[in-house]
C-alpha cells in the first residue's frame, strides 16, 4: 500500500527507469544494450541475454495457479522466439504477510529484474517495497488497482511509477442479471466473502447498490479461514437464500472443495465470480479467462524487459468479463436443466461454457 501518497514521478523516474532497464539480467551482465522505450529509443538485448524474475502468489488456488503457469509457459515461448531467457524465482506465500514480505526482500538482495504480484495483497507489498527503487513491477489479478484502500496506480491508462499489470476486474451487474435470469423470482440473495479481501470489497458493494434498487433482500455471511467458511456457508444454506454471490474472493476459492456440497444439498445454486469455483463445484463462475490473464502479464513482462517499455505509461490491462463455466454435475444435483439454463444465459454471455467437478485445471486433462 502507498506510503501516504503516490510520489510523483518526473523526469527523474524517466532516467531511473532508463537506467535500470539498460542493466536488466545484471546478475550475468549479458543485458546491457537494453535501454528504456520511455526515452523513445530500443536497442535489442544480447543473444543469450538471461533475465531475472521473481513471481510471488498470494494463495494456492486454481485460478491464480493458473496464471503462474502460464505466465512461465509464455515466457518460455517468447524468450525462445527471441533468442533470451528468464530465470525465474517462483514463491508462494500462502496468505502469510511476513513470509510475503521476506520474499520480496530476497528478489530484492537477489537483484531481480523484474517482480510479479498475483494477487493484490502481493502486488501492495511489491509497490510499497519498490517505490523508492528502480525495480519494475508487473501485477496480476488485481480487481481494482484503483481501489481507495489499494491505490496501486495513477490511472488505468497512466500508471506512473513503476508498476502496472492485469486486472480481472469484475462486472457484479452483470452477474446479478444472470442471476434473475435463471430464477425471476429470487426473494433473497446471500454474500459469502471474507471481509479483508481487498478484491471483494468493491464487488459486494456494487452488488448491494444492484439489489437496493429492485427492492431484493440479502445477507452477508463472511470468513477470515477455513472453518469459519465453512460456518458462513451453514449459515447461508439456514437463511434460506435464493442464490448465494461470491466475488474474485481468494479465501473463500482456498475453501471452496469443502463447502461446495453445502450449497448443492440445500438447493442453491451459487454464482461466483471466477471459473476455478465452477471447477471446484459452484454452480457457476463468471469473468475473466486465468490462463489468458496469465499470458497477457508475460506479454507485458516481455514488453519492459525485452523492449524496454516503461511500466509508468503502460496502460493496464482489463478484459472482458463475458464468459460463464457452468459446472454440469451441480446443475443436475439443483434439478436444473443445463439446456434451459444455458439458453437463458446465452443472450447475456459472450460464451458459455461447461465444467465438471475437479481440485485443478489439470486433473481435467489427466
Known amino acids: 500500500m502507498k506510503k501516504n501518497v503516490k510520489k510523483v514521478?518526473?523526469?527523474?523516474?524517466?532516467?531511473?527507469?532508463?537506467?535500470?532497464?539498460?542493466?536488466?539480467?545484471?546478475?550475468?551482465?549479458?543485458?546491457g544494450s537494453n535501454v528504456s522505450g520511455a526515452s523513445g529509443s530500443s536497442q535489442m538485448p544480447?543473444?543469450?541475454?538471461?533475465?531475472?524474475?521473481?513471481?510471488?502468489?498470494?494463495?494456492?488456488?486454481?485460478?491464480?495457479n493458473q496464471i503462474n503457469e502460464n505466465i512461465q509457459a509464455r515466457l518460455g515461448e517468447l524468450g525462445a522466439e527471441n533468442g533470451v531467457s528468464f530465470n525465474i524465482d517462483y514463491e508462494n506465500c500462502n496468505r502469510d504477510p511476513a513470509l510475503m514480505n521476506q520474499i520480496i526482500s530476497n528478489f530484492q538482495a537477489n537483484k531481480v529484474d523484474l517482480m510479479v504480484g498475483i494477487a493484490t495483497p502481493v502486488a501492495v507489498a511489491m509497490q510499497a517495497a519498490t517505490e523508492?527503487?528502480?525495480?519494475?513491477?508487473v501485477f496480476s489479478a488485481v480487481s481494482d488497482p484503483m481501489a481507495e484502500n489499494v491505490a496501486l496506480v495513477d490511472s488505468l491508462e497512466h500508471p506512473?511509477?513503476?508498476?502496472?499489470?492485469?486486472s480481472d476486474y469484475l462486472d457484479t451487474n452483470s452477474i446479478m442479471d444472470l442471476i434473475f435470469a435463471?430464477?425471476?423470482?429470487?426473494?433473497?440473495?446471500?454474500?459469502?466473502?471474507?471481509v479483508g479481501q481487498d478484491s471483494s470489497a468493491?464487488?459486494?458493494?456494487?452488488?448491494?447498490?444492484y439489489l437496493d434498487a429492485k427492492g431484493i433482500a440479502y445477507v452477508e455471511r463472511t470468513g477470515t479461514n477455513a472453518a469459519e467458511v465453512m460456518q458462513a456457508a451453514q449459515a447461508l444454506a439456514a437463511d434460506g437464500v435464493d442464490a448465494v454471490f461470491t466475488p474474485t474472493d481468494n479465501t473463500i476459492m482456498k475453501s471452496y472443495l469443502g463447502i461446495y456440497e453445502i450449497f448443492v444439498d440445500a438447493g442453491i445454486p451459487h454464482y461466483t465470480g471466477a471459473d476455478s469455483f465452477a471447477l471446484n463445484g459452484a454452480f457457476l463462475g463468471y469473468g475473466v479467462d486465468y490462463a489468458n490473464l496469465g499470458r497477457e502479464t508475460a506479454d507485458m513482462i516481455f514488453d519492459i524487459l525485452y523492449n524496454g517499455a516503461s511500466p509508468a505509461s503502460m496502460a493496464v490491462k482489463?478484459?472482458?468479463?463475458g464468459t460463464a463455466t457452468v459446472n454440469t454435475e451441480t446443475c443436475e444435483a439443483l434439478g436444473l436443466n443445463y439446456e434451459d439454463v444455458a439458453s437463458v444465459l446465452a443472450p447475456l454471455c459472450t460464451k458459455v461454457q461447461t465444467i465438471t467437478t475437479a481440485e485443478s485445471f489439470e486433473d481435467l486433462k489427466g
Do not use: Q, R, W
Not at 539498460?22 to 543485458?31: D, M, P
Not at 506512473?160 to 492485469?166: E, L, P
Not at 468493491?202 to 447498490?209: L, S, V
Open 9 to 31: 514521478l518526473t523526469l527523474a523516474l524517466s532516467l531511473a527507469m532508463t537506467l535500470s532497464l539498460a542493466a536488466c539480467g545484471g546478475g550475468n551482465g549479458s543485458a
Open 132 to 137: 523508492d527503487t528502480d525495480i519494475p513491477v
Open 46 to 64: 544480447e543473444p543469450g541475454t538471461v533475465f531475472k524474475i521473481g513471481i510471488c502468489n498470494y494463495v494456492d488456488d486454481a485460478s491464480l
Open 318 to 321: 482489463t478484459f472482458d468479463n
Open 182 to 194: 435463471v430464477n425471476p423470482d429470487v426473494k433473497k440473495i446471500g454474500f459469502l466473502y471474507d
Open 160 to 166: 506512473g511509477g513503476n508498476i502496472t499489470g492485469t
Open 202 to 209: 468493491t464487488p459486494i458493494a456494487h452488488a448491494k447498490e
